[in-house]
């Protein structure tokens, strides 16, 4: 071994300058995505089940509804009215906080604890990971439904609009499952959780609109958070911008995302 | 200044049945420069004192200064002069040895390209430039271990902790750590390190303390140890190190030798 250089830039290694948040949790991010490369096989799962569901709904519920004469298909295919339920399980899949199980029993999550990093970037980092992952999936989800005639009503800044809405709900989802994660540190018990929230998908107007719901199950979906972003979500594909919708939606991915946030931060302020 | 100052710390884990009185009022003071051996049987507090240390773990009672800076009040502060490799050596498998330091190195601040000069610049230190583009799931423990010190000196920190550095290296990794070690110390960074083998100890440390169920029962430089030792026993042989921690530790010779397999 040779002795550590102290070589002209040590001024620059030593006093470096702290990143900030966004510049923290991008170097993170960049990270999160390179492992998700190296494991192509945990990105197949979610996209393919999500496919899945919406070709087997379609295929049995689709001539119960006919477009010619179904009025809140506004026109289109069933599947249309599909696609947001699909979307939505695709970025529900949490695999960051699997991840993240794996990095804490590694102990490579106490060196990053030990970097002098904002602790919100440790929690950031692999959520803007999902964020990118989930916009990938949901772009060659809804390229695919393209091709079997389905149309994005609000035109392509609707397509993108509908991208950061999944994409912003996959943070959501993934840093709840982090939350667990961080608690017990146990992939069990994370996996676990994960069938907690998943009900959440299904008490949802996803088989028809809400009004046309049992009494029961309008009630659940009124209050499930879940709706109003799949409400969003299909605005945008079956009617084009409505405000309203697109407002309820957002407003409960931004509630959301605040809660979830600043729990994490306080969980691992005083992780042990 | 102290590089190190612990007044009082104290941890304790869980509570009713499961309460674990961990570390019991350690007062620590380690002098800019030094090597200081932290030494002790398994589960005498030495990792969670470094953990407490290092701003990894929330402390129960006490204080602690590192650099300067209080590490509960100025954890962030604290976390740029603290350079650390844990017991259990962590890493990310699925990256590569290049990939982890320059990461490591960008999250202290530095540029794209700083951060790659200094990552290759560690790879060379630690012997890893030929398994610098390999996954870290391929390395040996011993490799893992070197990459894990590296990763701790990107920033080229004041205070350094190596909680059991050479636990599990052969003899000639073990000599080579000492080695770097030493060198790293003469560059002016102090080193906190805690050991099982009290030849490193020995070796090693300017200065030592040795704790036991959670309280430090010993202090002093090596030799004057051994000499307290022989002075109090008054025996003619001159005591080892060895002898000072069995003494301390209340511990027979056989018990020791016991404990020692069943580390490794
Ligand atoms: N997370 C934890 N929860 C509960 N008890 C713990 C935890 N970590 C450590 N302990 C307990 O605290 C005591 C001190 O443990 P510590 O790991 O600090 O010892 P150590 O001196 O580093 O031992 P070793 O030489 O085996 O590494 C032990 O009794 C241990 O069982
Ligand atoms: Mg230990």
């Not at chain 1, 809405?165 to 992939?187: D, E, H, N, P, T």
């Not at chain 2, 799931?137 to 490799?143: R, V």
């Amino acid at each position: 071994m040779t002795a550590i250089a102290r070589s002209d830039d040590t001024v620059s290694r030593r006093d470096a300058p702290a990143n900030g948040l966004v510049k923290d949790s991008m170097i993170l991010g960049g990270r999160a995505v390179r492992e998700a490369l190296r494991t192509p096989d945990s990105l197949l799962p979610t996209m393919f089940i999500p496919l899945f569901f919406l070709v087997v709904n379609v295929g049995q519920a689709a001539r119960i509804f006919p477009s010619s004469d179904t009025p809140f298909l506004e026109g289109q295919s069933y599947g249309a009215f599909q696609l947001p339920a699909s979307l939505l399980l695709s970025a529900s899949f949490g695999a960051a906080a699997l991840y993240l199980v794996e990095e804490i029993e590694g102990g490579y999550f106490d060196k990053l604890r030990a970097a002098p990093i904002s602790r919100m970037a440790l929690v950031l980092g692999r959520l803007y990971a999902e964020f990118l992952k989930t916009a990938v999936v949901a772009t060659v989800m809804v390229g695919l439904a393209l091709a079997f005639g389905i149309r994005i009503a609000s035109g392509v800044a609707g397509f993108v609009v509908l991208l950061v809405l999944v994409s912003a709900w996959a943070m959501v989802f993934s840093g709840f499952m982090q939350l667990i994660a961080l608690k017990s540190r146990s992939a069990a018990a994370t996996q676990g959780a994960s069938m907690v929230f998943f009900p959440l998908l299904f008490l949802t107007p996803n088989f028809v609109p809400r009004d046309q719901l049992t009494r029961p199950m309008e009630i659940a979906a009124t209050i499930n958070p879940v709706t109003y972003v799949m409400e969003a979500c299909r605005s945008l594909i079956l009617h084009g911008f409505d405000g309203a919708a697109l407002g309820k939606g957002f407003a409960v991915v931004a509630v959301a995302m605040a809660l979830m946030l600043t729990l994490s931060v306080r969980m691992v302020n005083g992780y042990d | 200044m102290s590089a190190i100052t612990a007044t009082g710390l104290q941890k304790t884990y869980g509570d009713g049945d499961k309460r674990v009185e961990a570390v019991r009022g350690v007062d620590l003071d380690v002098e800019r420069g030094e090597i200081f051996g932290f030494l002790g049987p398994n589960g005498a507090g030495k990792s969670t004192t470094v953990r407490m240390l290092t701003t990894l773990m929330t402390i129960t009672a006490g204080r602690a200064l590192v650099g300067g800076i209080d590490v509960t009040a100025d954890p962030h502060g604290a976390r740029r002069k603290i350079g650390v490799a844990l017991q259990e050596a962590g890493l990310d498998l699925r990256q590569t040895g290049r990939e982890i330091l320059t990461l490591q190195a960008r999250l202290f601040g530095m540029n794209p390209a700083t951060a790659k000069g200094r990552a290759a610049e560690l790879l060379e230190l630690v012997e890893l430039d030929d398994a610098a583009d390999r996954r870290v799931k391929g390395y040996s423990g011993g490799m893992k271990r070197r990459l894990d010190l590296a990763s701790a000196l990107v920033h080229e920190p004041d205070v350094l902790f190596l909680d059991e550095p050479t636990t599990g290296l052969d003899p000639a990794s073990r000599i080579t750590v000492w080695d770097e070690v030493r060198r790293i110390n003469q560059l002016g960074t102090t080193v906190f390190l805690t050991t099982q083998y009290l030849e490193e100890a020995d070796q090693l440390c300017n200065r030592l303390a040795i704790i036991d169920d959670g309280r430090i029962i010993r202090e002093g430089t090596p030799s004057s140890l051994k000499r307290e030792l022989r002075d109090r026993t008054g025996s003619d042989a001159d005591p080892t190190l060895d002898d000072v921690f069995l003494d301390a530790t209340g511990r027979t010779r056989e018990k020791l030798a016991g404990e020692v397999k069943e580390v490794r």
